[in-house]
């Protein structure tokens, strides 16, 4: 079996509080399964944090640094490194490696596109880049991403009153002015938002009897909160693939989605919700609102993005990736090249690509 080495997030973090929460991290739970089934072995989860740290959970060793020169050695040689997020200051980190394989998967491929120099593959949301990937760079293979949710947590739950016409989801401090939109022009809907409520914009209606603001709660509470809710609207204008659609889609929740979303479009559908603009936003309130019993999102996230599935879909991308030829003296000269001119100097959450 081979094994996999995977950086996880962009910025430093708090261990404790990643631990806490490790159980809900997707690609945790994703390769959690490769171990489980036997796919892989050895799997590294590495986080840049304050202090150095590692535990071992789900046969994955979990790795907090304070620099990238504390990496542990095994960790540097194994066949896959899966880069997730864009920061320069996984450089080092990267040019240490022995790895065979290397695929990335962060946000920004979507914002600035596909420029995905020294990377085997990159890992995709929508099946439109994939075609540009292949268009932009002959080098990278692009591939669709499945990302589940975590469906020990977020579940349709049986004979649940809906208390809540509309609910909002972890983006209203993304896109305030649409949610003050829709609440003016619905004043007798009832409205909960879960997650982060400190905005300015809405100061002057957060004591409404009409509207509930739970403010950072587990994710067993958000399920019910979703369960009690008719619809949900997803306010994020320029995001990646928000986890909240698949978490609303595995509780049985329509939704809709700002058609604008660079991506995320692949979970919205007949069966799960609708596109919206802010020009027609109130007419597509009170078209889902009216017709959400017909729909079965928790059935369609069944079929096409359970972890299941999820998980079958990233083997079969190891697969791919591992056809691949090696590459030549003449590319990995360029790529040294590029690294030492280009990415050397770029600053922020810009082009760095390793």
């Given at each position: 079996m081979k094994s996999l080495t995977f950086i996880r997030y962009n910025r430093k973090v708090n261990h404790n509080n990643i631990l806490k929460t490790l159980e809900n991290d997707i690609y945790f739970l994703m390769l959690s399964e490769f171990v489980r089934k036997g796919i892989l072995r050895n799997i590294f989860f590495i986080y840049f944090s304050e202090v150095n740290y590692s535990?071992?959970?789900?046969?994955?060793?979990?790795?907090?640094?304070?620099?990238?020169?504390?990496?542990?050695?095994?960790?540097?040689?194994?066949?896959?490194?899966?880069?997730?997020g864009d920061k320069k200051e996984y450089l080092p980190l990267i040019r240490m490696g022995k790895w065979n394989k290397r695929f990335f998967y962060g946000a920004s491929s979507y914002y600035i596109p596909y420029k995905t120099w020294g990377y085997d593959a990159v890992l995709l949301d929508e099946n439109e880049h994939i075609s540009i990937v292949q268009k932009e760079q002959e080098n990278t293979l692009g591939l669709r991403l499945l990302k589940p949710a975590n469906e020990q947590v977020f579940m349709k739950l049986d004979k649940v009153e809906k208390i809540y016409d509309i609910c909002i989801f972890s983006t209203l401090h993304k896109n305030p002015g649409a949610f003050l939109?829709?609440?003016?022009?619905?004043?007798?809907?009832n409205y909960v938002v879960i997650g982060r409520d400190n905005v300015p914009?809405?100061?002057?209606?957060?004591?409404?009897?009409?509207?509930?603001?739970?403010?950072?709660?587990s994710h067993e509470k958000a399920n019910k909160y979703l369960n009690q809710s008719k619809i949900g609207i997803?306010?994020?204008?320029?995001?990646?693939?928000?986890?909240?659609?698949?978490?609303?889609?595995s509780a049985g929740l329509p939704q809709i989605v700002n058609k604008r979303l660079s991506s995320g479009k692949s979970y919205i559908n007949s069966s799960t919700g609708l596109f919206s603009g802010d020009d027609e936003i109130l007419d597509k309130v009170e078209f889902l609102l009216m017709n959400y019993k017909k729909m079965s999102p928790e059935a369609y996230y069944k079929e096409h993005f359970s972890l299941e599935k999820a998980t079958n879909k990233?083997?079969?991308?190891?697969?791919?990736?591992?056809?691949?030829?090696?590459?030549?003296?003449?590319?990995?000269?360029?790529?040294?090249?590029?690294?030492?001119?280009?990415?050397?100097?770029?600053?922020?959450?810009?082009?760095?690509?390793y």
């Open positions: 535990k071992r959970h789900n046969g994955i060793d979990i790795l907090f640094l304070k620099k990238a020169v504390d990496i542990a050695p095994e960790a540097l040689n194994t066949h896959y490194l899966w880069v997730r939109k829709i609440y003016e022009a619905f004043p007798e809907l914009e809405i100061e002057h209606i957060k004591d409404n009897s009409n509207l509930k603001l739970t403010g950072f709660i997803i306010l994020s204008l320029r995001d990646g693939a928000p986890r909240v659609i698949v978490e609303s889609m990233l083997s079969e991308n190891l697969d791919k990736i591992d056809a691949l030829p090696p590459k030549n003296k003449l590319y990995k000269l360029k790529l040294k090249l590029f690294n030492n001119t280009v990415i050397s100097k770029l600053r922020g959450h810009v082009l760095k690509r």
